[in-house]
């Protein structure tokens, strides 16, 4: 494992000249934010349009980094300085993201400890941390995702050693780092409840209900969300900080079809407009425009039905409720994983305004079930390989077309391989002919994003390779999740 932090270190200090996204300004304006202000203003502050919109404690570890900052460039913390990209500032801030992700590459250990056989958990280990995905993302892109990964799987690890009351801390505190984990929230309240608030009396084949532990860990959870709160509710600042933290007045979709259940709906809404035009059916021409927008505002459909951010709770919820009354049933550590991973790919496929970087929150966990057996491993290459391609549009220059293509194929090479070997499967009998069939198609894909489109088109259509990358990821990814999800309520 150490081989393997200084090669993936090695790699990502190589990728700090690369592209960097908005991502690398809105965090550059957190450090101004929480270094130059009080904390009574850190929610309101609004000099710039990436306001401060994630949980207190990472609001506090921006804080921390600032003390560094200061050291390196104190320009940089300085709030009315929008845009600033110095050397320095940059050097500083891809660093930070490698240092970070040392908490993941911790989890990792402890995983490879806990998780029984050593070869297969290597090569997992390895497989995350040298993801494709968080190399985009983090290292290109721009995020912390690695530090949150990382705290998730020490949560996931304290569980697979029954200290469950540990592991419900450690969640508890990676939600006060990024909200959008309470996506597996509902695998976490259930699980805990029902393997640590009910225990079996020795002699006692019924487990009884124990409220002396559920007080102890609703004191513990309450404990973290008060240390986190608390200052901003004695400043008064509690509506502007949830005001912050759950926008309501965005749309159905983002302004890249993150690819979902609601791609393919709003893609199939494309289609209709060609038919309701040849035949003359009615149609709702303020929407034609709206699915180009996605950021701000009702989504709208031209002939479909207009969803509401009420009807995508109520499928996330009845599909969740599906997962979960299995894990109800039988609480042990294999359903929670699986149910916790299928409550994230319900809150993904039909939750609202999802951005396409959330299918990550998928791939690490999944990652760590992934040689269990072949129906996995399947699952794994094809929900990995429609993952990774749907992060691709996130990185738009030519320059960094053959990072993202090399990495994921080396990492494919690297690990499926191992996998297969470790459940004596021939990787020529692993996959159906559709699924090899479907990844093909992703090089096909590809090579029309790259240049068959402009070749074809010129700069018309300039939509099309964004809908197109959209559309045919959410195939791979809903069968993905139509596979895992029969496997896990019918096995």
């Not at 240092?99 to 997992?124: C, M, P």
């Not at 450690?170 to 640590?196: C, G, Q, R």
């Not at 259940?261 to 149609?283: N, P, T």
């Not at 894990?327 to 409550?343: N, V």
């Amino acid at each position: 494992m150490r081989n393997l932090l200084i090669i993936s270190t090695l790699i990502k200090l190589l990728l700090i000249p690369s592209y960097r996204s908005t991502d690398f300004e809105v965090h550059r304006n957190w450090l101004a934010i929480t270094h130059s202000l009080p904390i009574s203003k850190w929610y309101i502050e609004n000099t710039s349009e990436w306001t401060l919109d994630y949980p207190p404690f990472f609001a506090w570890f921006e804080k921390s980094l600032s003390m560094f900052a200061r050291l390196t460039d104190p320009e940089m913390l300085k709030i009315d300085n929008l845009g600033y990209e110095s050397t320095e500032t940059i050097i500083f801030q891809r660093l930070t993201v490698i240092v970070s992700e040392l908490v993941l590459y911790w989890a990792l250990l402890r995983y490879v400890k806990y998780f029984g056989n050593k070869y297969v958990n290597y090569v997992l280990a390895g497989s995350l941390l040298l993801h494709p995905g968080l190399i985009i993302v983090d290292h290109i892109h721009f995020q912390y995702n690695g530090l949150l990964y990382g705290i998730l799987v020490l949560s996931i690890v304290e569980a697979k050693r029954n200290n469950l009351l540990g592991s419900g801390i450690l969640f508890a505190i990676l939600l006060n780092f990024k909200h959008i984990y309470l996506y597996t929230a509902p695998a976490y309240f259930v699980y805990l409840f029902k393997a640590y608030c009910f225990v079996q009396p020795n002699g006692s084949s019924k487990a009884q209900f124990s409220l002396k532990r559920l007080t102890i860990l609703g004191g513990f959870v309450i404990a973290v969300f008060g240390i986190s709160f608390s200052p901003f509710i004695y400043l008064g600042q509690l509506p502007a900080l949830f005001q912050r933290l759950f926008p309501f007045t965005r749309g159905l979709c983002h302004a890249y079809w993150a690819p979902n259940f609601w791609a393919l709906y709003a893609g199939f809404d494309r289609v209709l407009i060609i038919f309701a035009k040849k035949f003359g059916w009615s149609l709702n021409e303020e929407a034609i425009s709206s699915m180009t927008r996605g950021y701000v505002g009702d989504t709208q459909f031209a002939v479909l039905p207009t969803i509401e951010a009420i009807h995508t709770l109520i499928i996330t919820v009845v599909v969740q409720l599906v997962v979960l009354q299995k894990l109800w049933r039988k609480p042990t550590f294999d359903h929670f994983l699986s149910s916790l991973i299928l409550c994230t790919f319900a809150s993904y496929l039909f939750g609202w305004h999802v951005h396409e970087k959330a299918i990550m929150i998928v791939l690490i966990p999944y990652g760590l079930m992934a040689a269990n057996n072949r129906a996995n491993l399947r699952v794994l290459i094809i929900l990995s390989a429609a993952g990774i391609v749907s992060l691709y549009p996130l990185l738009f220059r030519p320059a960094e077309t053959p990072i993202k293509i090399i990495s994921t194929l080396l990492w494919f090479c690297a690990v499926i391989p191992g996998l297969a070997y470790s459940i004596k499967t021939p990787l020529k009998e692993l996959l159906s002919t559709i699924e090899k069939n479907y990844l093909a198609g992703l090089f096909l894909l590809q090579a029309y994003t790259g240049f068959g489109h402009s070749l074809l088109f010129g700069d018309r259509l300039e939509f099309l390779p964004l809908m197109v990358t959209s559309l045919y990821c959410a195939l791979g990814i809903m069968y993905g999740w139509a596979f895992f999800m029969l496997n896990y309520l019918c096995n």
